[in-house]
Nanobody
Framework: VQLQASGGGLVQPGGSLRLSCAAS????????MGWYRQAPGKQRELVAT???????AYADSVKGRFTLSRRNATNVVYLQMNSLKPEDTAVYYC??????????????WGQGTLVTVSS
């Protein structure tokens, strides 16, 4: 199973970006999917998660600005980030709890995509 993250880049404060993360491989089902981020010198922190039914939860720091959604048919999760702030600058990592055709559920991580918010 591989998770491919994309969509990062440089944006000015107040701007928007949309991150995508696509899961591929021998997948039977995907439970939760989500995004974490890690800023320089800081620990990785949760940004948002979403269940297979589409119920999303957000960190307080991004509530009202970020929206998480997923397309189960294609195993893709999207993070729409609006009103970006310099403190949102970080490497963003997606993850997913995947059940393969053989074996139980496992947590997988994507490779990370850099988001830089700066004027």
């Amino acid at each position: 199973v591989q998770l491919q993250a994309s969509g990062g880049g440089l944006v000015q404060p107040g701007g928007s970006l949309r991150l995508s993360c696509a899961a591929s491989g021998s997948i039977f089902s995907i439970n939760n999917m989500g995004w974490y981020r890690q800023a320089p010198g800081k620990q990785r922190e949760l940004v948002a998660t979403i269940t297979s039914a589409g119920s999303a939860a957000y960190a307080d720091s991004v509530k009202g600005r970020f929206t998480l959604s997923r397309r189960n048919a294609t195993n893709v999760v999207y993070l729409q980030m609006n009103s970006l702030k310099p403190e949102d600058t970080a490497v963003y990592y997606c993850n997913a709890v995947v059940t393969q055709v053989v074996g139980g559920p496992r947590l997988y991580w994507g490779q990370g995509t850099l988001v830089t918010v700066s004027s």
